[in-house]
């Protein structure tokens, strides 16, 4: 007896040590597979603190970084490096990487985000069958989706966003049941989409924007939890999509469509955004899209709809954002949509609406525009079957003649248009725009409150120029009004009617292309106002007369008299030259001027290409920036000097704020030295002369600065600008400051260079302002 129970004894101890083995060698092939999956991505940086030691399961989460264990098993790997990061290297192997992950069986969450990885998604990603969530978005995974990832049953999101994705969606993405997001955005797939879409009932979000599919739609009416269709930039079509009533959001800009809205679209109570722009969608156009339960933005700009708009039409109270333009409407814009008592935005250019000002086309436009798309009157009541043939016949006989007839009209019209061309080439036309031109710029843009106070400023609203306007105030653009020459256009000097000074840039444009077209440039344009950016007054554009098309553009500016920041710096003929205290607080305004062009709007506006040419100084010596990142402003002239970075990266998207800081950098140099720099070389050496003078004693900086201002600046000040001075630029943009950074830095130069002495008094030479210093705005 007491044999058996000493055999039972070893045996439960035998059981015990083999289950401890068991889940230690368990654990250690899971440390074997994070370990493996290290040293083949080797970033983010994050990941070279792992190691044999490293107890993953107690790892403190961070943005980059993330593993979450449950039962001592990993579930959750999150590993996220930064937007745009380049390729890994050629002898990356993506079959050894996944190989590495399959390892990991237990795994329901897997996100490797902008890491770099390419190569064909590997069908063993099926193995992974636990998965719920996978997101390989920013990478550079190319060829088709694997047939296998249809084996992922119980994934519930599948993101694979910003690849190099191609060929069709497999036939397959069906048997995902309980798939509730599927994104694809910005790839190159292609194809028609499989009908299978259907079968996915608890699809919420499908989008697929930017990508090369093609065809109809499948019907999607059945997928009774689909909220969001994302299908823009694509080329779908001709049909409008079938989907169900639940619908909140529907995208289908820039994409084939040419039928007619349906009516079930009115049975959408829950639609909020409807984006249908820059189509070929006829028929008429649907009033109760204005008033739809939960809408606030619509978009039908750029289509083919016709139809009378009343000034009761209602409109949802929600409304924020309308676009009618470029269509065939006729009739008057609902009084709903001018209401003031919203700030909301409405457009509505291009059509044939009441009164027919320059930015409605006349009535018969829009009529014989409809007759050529075969737009017949939309009839409330059926004739019996044999009528409806009958009048159909009859129908048909009367719009072919009235074709034919318009369309000998259209060519005799057309033939004298163009010889009265040759004889007038270009007229001037004004696009409508509303008096505060808040209207919506960019996908989702927005102003910070600080964008938004135009009064603080003193300046004009915003308007629309005529050209006897500019032609007055230059003098019919006289040399005598001329400033300067720029990549695309000249620039003049005018004297508008009421006595006020202005600058005009005039931009000859591509031909083909429509007011319309540059709106949206414009209309950010005259948002972006601020004490530190030379502002925008106004626009007027000038045209082709026989086809509209865009000829030049006139942009109008605030003048600033007091010229460049290099004529008051480095300029051998300047009078005159900054005291330090002055070129603290130039410095100072030009870089909040940088902070608002990248945080005062979203997007942001970066990669400026800023000289300090481009500085200008108002009457009280504050800078201003007159030249930043803007399409429509000028195609981006080839630079004096070019930025230098490490291998691998894709500065442009990566680190966009750090080239205007690498820029802001070289204005500072020649701030401080006096010298004008024009080369990479020049940079170079003054460069080095800094960071010398750095490590040496006051002497030795004092006899790097501008002799001007030698003997007028403190050392402290001066060693807070030589330091912040060479931190912008580095080589290496990640070990660039920040603007906040530069701002903090240039505003201590300034408080312990008050502290040290009045500027005013050590200076011998007398500025323009009085009392020699600028207020820090």
């Known amino acids: 007896m007491e044999k058996d129970l000493g055999l039972e004894k070893l045996l439960v101890l035998f059981l015990v040590v083999i289950s401890i083995s068991y889940s230690e060698q368990l654990q250690s092939s899971q440390v074997k597979s994070l370990l493996r999956i290290r040293r083949l991505l080797n970033y983010p940086t994050a990941l070279n603190s792992w190691n044999n030691d490293t107890d993953f399961c107690k790892i403190e989460p961070t943005s980059a970084v993330t593993v979450v264990c449950y039962e001592e098993s990993i579930t959750q790997l999150h590993i996220i490096g930064i937007k745009g990061a380049s390729p890994l290297p050629g002898n990356f192997s993506v079959g050894s990487f996944f190989t590495a992950l399959v390892k990991l069986p237990s795994l329901k969450v897997l996100r490797l985000v902008s890491l770099g990885l390419w190569g064909r998604l590997p069908g063993k990603l099926s193995r992974l069958s636990a998965l719920e969530i996978l997101d390989l978005s920013s990478?550079?995974?190319?060829?088709?989706?694997?047939?296998?990832?249809?084996?992922?049953?119980?994934?519930?999101?599948?993101?694979?966003?910003?690849?190099?994705?191609?060929?069709?969606?497999?036939?397959?993405?069906?048997?995902?049941?309980?798939?509730?997001?599927?994104?694809?955005?910005?790839?190159?797939?292609?194809?028609?989409?499989?009908?299978?879409?259907?079968?996915?009932?608890?699809?919420?979000?499908?989008?697929?924007?930017?990508n090369n599919f093609s065809g109809d739609m499948p019907d999607l009416s059945s997928l009774g939890n689909l909220q969001v269709l994302e299908l823009e930039d694509n080329s779908f079509g001709p049909r409008f999509p079938q989907v169900g009533s639940k619908i909140e959001s529907i995208a289908l800009r820039n994409n084939k469509f040419t039928a007619s809205i349906p009516e079930k679209v009115q049975s959408y109570h829950q639609l909020e955004h409807f984006d249908i722009s820059s189509n070929r969608f006829v028929g008429p156009f649907p009033p109760f899209l204005l008033s739809l339960p939960s809408i606030t933005y619509l978009d039908v700009a750029g289509n083919k709809l016709t139809g009378m708009l009343f000034e009761d039409n209602p409109c949802n109270a929600a409304l924020d954002f309308v676009d009618l333009s470029a269509n065939l409407l006729t009739g008057t814009l609902p009084s709903c949509l001018l209401s003031s008592s919203r700030n909301r935005i409405v457009h509505f250019s291009n059509n044939c609406l009441a009164p027919g000002d320059k930015t409605q086309h006349p009535f018969s436009f829009c009529r014989n525009e409809a007759l050529a798309v075969g737009v017949l009157p939309h009839h409330q009541r059926q004739k019996p079957a044999s009528n409806v043939v009958l009048a159909l016949i009859i129908c048909g006989s009367i719009i072919g003649g009235v074709i034919l007839v318009c369309l000998t009209i259209l060519i005799v019209k057309s033939f004298l248009a163009k010889k009265a061309a040759q004889k007038t080439q270009s007229r001037f036309i004004s696009e409508d725009a509303s008096s505060s031109y808040t209207s919506k710029l960019y996908t989702d843009a927005r102003y910070i409150t600080q964008a938004m106070k135009l009064g603080a400023l003193s300046l004009p609203s915003y308007r629309t120029f005529s050209l006897e306007e500019l032609e007055v105030a230059t003098n019919n653009f006289d040399t005598a009004t001329f400033m300067g020459e720029m990549s695309n256009g000249q620039m003049y000097r005018g004297q508008m009617r009421d006595g006020s000074n202005v600058t005009i840039r005039c931009l000859k444009m591509k031909r083909s292309n429509t007011t319309q077209n540059f709106m949206h440039h414009l209309e950010l344009i005259s948002k972006l106002r601020y004490c530190h950016l030379v502002s925008a007054l106004g626009h007027c554009f000038e045209c082709y007369l026989d086809d509209s098309s865009v000829s030049r553009i006139f942009l109008v500016f605030e003048y600033v008299p007091n010229g460049t920041l290099r004529s008051w710096i480095s300029d051998r003929h300047g009078r005159r030259k900054l005291t330090w205290t002055q070129r603290i607080a130039a410095a100072t305004g030009v870089a909040k001027g940088l902070q608002f062009l990248h945080n005062g709007i979203v997007p942001g506006i970066f990669s400026n290409n800023l000289k300090i040419t481009d500085i200008m100084l108002d009457q009280n010596l504050v800078a201003k920036i007159s030249s930043y990142n803007l399409p429509i402003l000028s195609e981006n002239a080839g630079k004096e000097y070019c930025h230098t970075f490490p291998a691998g990266y894709k500065e442009r998207e990566k680190y966009e704020e750090k080239l205007d800081v690498y820029d802001f950098g070289v204005i500072l140099l020649e701030i401080i030295t006096g010298r004008q720099i024009n080369t990479r070389n020049d940079i170079l050496v003054l460069h080095n002369k800094l960071q010398v003078s750095i490590m040496g004693n006051e002497a030795s900086r004092r006899n790097v600065v501008d002799p001007a201002i030698r003997s007028s600046c403190s050392d402290e000040s001066l060693k807070t600008m030589i330091e912040i001075c060479c931190r912008c630029l580095y080589e290496d943009p990640v070990g660039r400051p920040s603007m906040e950074d530069v701002l903090w830095n240039l505003q201590f130069a300034a408080q312990v260079q008050d502290e040290w002495r009045d500027d005013s008094d050590a200076s011998p030479i007398s500025p323009l302002q009085p009392s020699g210093q600028l207020v820090i705005q």
Not at 163 to 169: A, D, F, S
């Open 139 to 210: 990478n550079y995974f190319h060829s088709g989706i694997p047939k296998t990832i249809s084996s992922l049953t119980d994934l519930q999101t599948l993101l694979l966003n910003g690849n190099r994705l191609t060929g069709r969606i497999p036939d397959g993405i069906g048997l995902l049941s309980v798939l509730a997001v599927l994104s694809l955005k910005n790839n190159s797939l292609d194809g028609p989409l499989p009908d299978t879409l259907r079968d996915m009932k608890n699809l919420r979000i499908l989008s697929l924007s930017r």
